[in-house]
């Protein structure tokens, strides 16, 4: 590890402390992050965040780790997530974020296989339970939030001396440990390298044509890759504005009041913003009034005003596949999604639509800079770039078993590119499955095209060694106003549908709708609000498998 000074050796790529260095001395007053507490709005300015990273990187350094120690992070998003994060990195330490919805199963496994030092502990749903699983032996700090109990108080932690060097790491430093979370098996750490995710953050500010003027309001888990790389690693990058949300129920007021130059998000969110949207406006009366040109341009601002996105020059979606017919809905309303793919093992950045095109609705886009893709003969999609993980903690045998003999990430996806350089995700090799016919099915794409229906909030195509696939299904709240009769039709006209463009082996049997929603709280979704398609399957087997006399099943009752 090499001393920097504050001027950045390069304009375009900097390490994420050497941002840190050029922020606190070239913007010390420009805003850099915004709280909410209990309503009010707290603003850090780069100067305020210095002062606050400083003396928690002083504390760090003063409790004779070694230097390496991987240091844990397990909050829900909020200013002092980032200072902790940078904090760790200028005491020499590697960070290993936890997400706030993770179990004690999870979080115990997460600390002991890290080894974790000390962990920061912030906003969480069920704190008292989630912190019972921190051994003793680790120390804990908590944010200034109540609801645990932990070794130092924030204020306790911070009383003390300021951190005056500025190291700077080696590019091929390893910077943080990210664990994946997967459907099944352990969590699988990530390693990345300060380089990579320099890389990353200064390819999305590039690409994404970031500034100091831009505001962005982080809310997705900052323990997964995307949040981490587009939100806060770009941030540093370009010295925009980061805003918090309080908590879920002041989403839109938080929104509302970052008013964000860009937004990203989820497809089960967007989803739910479609749904709200017309919880309030029918589809029929929305329809006539866009076909009015004064009342349309009237109607689309309301709209982007009410969610927030009055400011919005860029709206992104990630995580998992947007139904087409839902990016197809809102760019009639002129809000133009594009979608874009990555991994945790690449950093995040594989693809993006950018910009937009409407007749590519559908597609993840083509590589950002410096990425390099290609198809293997079984069509997975290869990936390699500056972003690439250093590999798997402990375990170099998944490491090696990542990766190609020339380099390229394994990414698991099935893909296909057209003409234009333009890629799109066919499914998920692991998720292909084998009715006892014999034939091979993939069903991210069957899924896609029943989610066309309204009344249809989360689906799952499943079925290997049936004769036929099946589809389990949970209900949106837009259904929830209908009667059953109207949603049986309803869902019987799009099964119907779909299976007519489906080959014969590719056809549901039926579709089951399920009582209980899918939720992280119960296992069924992951925190960025993913599917976990082999838990489902284990957790309903005796649904998947019974045989039904009705196309449109309805189960009461879930175990």
Request: glycine share 6%.
């Amino acid at each position: 590890m090499s001393d920097a000074t504050a001027v950045p050796s390069s304009p375009q790529v900097m390490s994420p402390l050497e941002c840190f260095y050029y922020r606190e001395r070239h913007s010390p007053d420009h805003p850099c992050l915004v709280q909410p507490v209990e309503g009010s709005y707290y603003t850090y300015s780069w100067a305020d965040v210095a002062t606050q990273v400083r003396k928690l990187a002083w504390r760090l350094s003063n409790m004779g780790l070694d230097k390496g120690s991987r240091i844990a992070i397990l909050s829900k998003n909020c200013a002092e997530w980032m200072m902790a994060d940078l904090a760790i990195m200028l005491a020499g330490h590697v960070s290993v974020p936890i997400f706030a919805t993770a179990g004690e199963d999870t979080i115990r496994y997460v600390l002991g296989h890290a080894e974790a030092k000390l962990v920061f502990v912030g906003k969480l749903d069920d704190g008292p339970g989630q912190v019972a699983a921190i051994d003793e032996s680790i120390t804990t700090v908590a944010f200034p939030y109540p609801g645990v109990k932990t070794t130092y108080s924030w204020a306790e932690f911070c009383h003390c001396e300021s951190f005056n060097d500025s190291p700077l790491p080696d590019a091929d430093e390893l910077m943080t440990i990210i664990y994946t979370s997967g459907s099944t098996g352990s969590p699988k750490g990530v390693m990345h390298s300060y380089g990579a995710m320099a890389w990353a953050g200064a390819q999305a500010r590039t690409d994404l044509a970031l500034g100091e003027q831009d505001r962005l309001l982080s809310y997705l888990p900052l323990a997964h890759i995307t949040e981490r790389v587009l939100i806060e690693m770009a941030a540093l990058q370009s010295g925009m504005t980061l805003y918090f949300i309080e908590s879920l129920d002041t989403f839109q007021r938080d929104v509302q009041q970052c008013q964000p130059t860009l937004f990203v998000s989820v497809p089960r969110l967007w989803t739910k913003f479609q749904h709200g949207i017309l919880h309030k406006l029918a589809q029929k009366k929305l329809n006539i009034l866009l076909r009015i040109p004064v009342v349309s341009t009237l109607i689309k601002k309301k709209i982007r005003h009410g969610l927030g996105l009055s400011e919005t020059k860029l709206c992104a979606s990630g995580s998992a596949p947007l139904p087409p017919v839902i990016t197809a809905w809102f760019e009639k309303l002129g809000i133009e999604i594009c979608e874009g793919w990555g991994m945790t093992e690449n950093a995040a950045l594989g693809t993006a639509c950018l910009p937009f095109r409407k007749d590519k609705i559908g597609c993840i886009g083509r590589p950002w800079g410096s990425v390099s893709l290609k198809l293997s003969e079984q069509q997975e999609l290869l990936s390699k770039s500056p972003g690439n993980m250093m590999g798997y903690y402990l375990d170099p045998e998944r490491t090696n078993e990542a990766f190609t003999e020339d380099g390229y990430l394994r990414t698991g996806d099935k893909a296909a590119v057209d003409a234009d350089g333009y890629y799109s995700i066919t499914g998920r090799i692991k998720d292909i499955f084998k009715t006892a016919k014999g034939k091979y099915v993939t069903p991210a794409p069957i899924e896609a095209k029943l989610m066309e229906n309204n009344f249809i909030e989360q689906v799952c195509v499943t079925g290997a060694g049936l004769p036929q696939p099946v589809a389990l299904l949970v209900l949106s709240e837009e259904a929830q106003e209908q009667s059953k009769n109207q949603i049986t039709s309803s869902l019987q006209y799009t099964l119907n549908k779909v299976n007519g463009g489906l080959e014969s082996h590719q056809r549901l049997d039926h579709l089951v709708v399920l009582a209980d929603p899918w939720t992280i709280e119960n296992d069924l979704l992951t925190p960025t609000l993913k599917v976990k398609r082999h838990v489902l399957e284990e957790r309903f087997p005796e649904v998947i498998h019974q045989v039904y006399t009705e196309k449109v099943a309805w189960q009461h009752h879930s175990n």
